[in-house]
């Protein structure tokens, strides 16, 4: 089992940054993909970044292509995601997701993930 807690989010106005963390604990020592996605009110869950075990492959959402970067510190089990130019559309509660791996991989369905953080709020005012 892996636990995932993120942290980071917040209120905060359109324009600015915001950096959230998503540490794992557990079974550590298994190598995993990771991804961030999102849930605004009224909406379906959706797809925001992933990155590879290595960090060497990363894919984004194109609503959030150019403003958001997904990176990971294996070494602190931590996976981050940088947010910047935040707009109001981007309101949601932001979840961390790990995919047990075996090779380089990345995934953007939701439905392969093994494992969930229970979510951080992200507020954009206008």
């Known amino acids: 089992q892996v636990q995932l807690v993120e942290s980071g989010g917040g209120l905060v106005q359109a324009g600015v940054s915001l950096r959230l963390s998503c540490a794992a604990s557990?079974?550590?020592?298994?190598?995993?993909?990771m991804g961030w996605f999102r849930q605004a009110p009224g909406k379906e869950r959706e797809f925001v970044a992933t990155i590879s075990w290595s960090g060497g492959i990363t894919y984004y959402a194109d609503s959030v292509k150019g403003r958001f970067t997904i990176s990971r510190d294996n070494a602190k089990n931590t996976v981050y995601l940088q947010m910047n130019s935040l707009k109001p559309e981007d309101t949601a509660v932001y979840y961390c997701?790990?995919?047990?791996?075996?090779?380089?991989?990345?995934?953007?369905?939701?439905?392969?993930?093994?494992?969930w953080g229970q979510g951080t709020q992200v507020t954009v005012s206008s």
């Open positions: 557990g079974r550590t020592s298994r190598t995993y993909a």
């Open positions: 997701a790990a995919k047990e791996v075996w090779r380089q991989y990345v995934a953007t369905n939701e439905n392969e993930y093994d494992y």
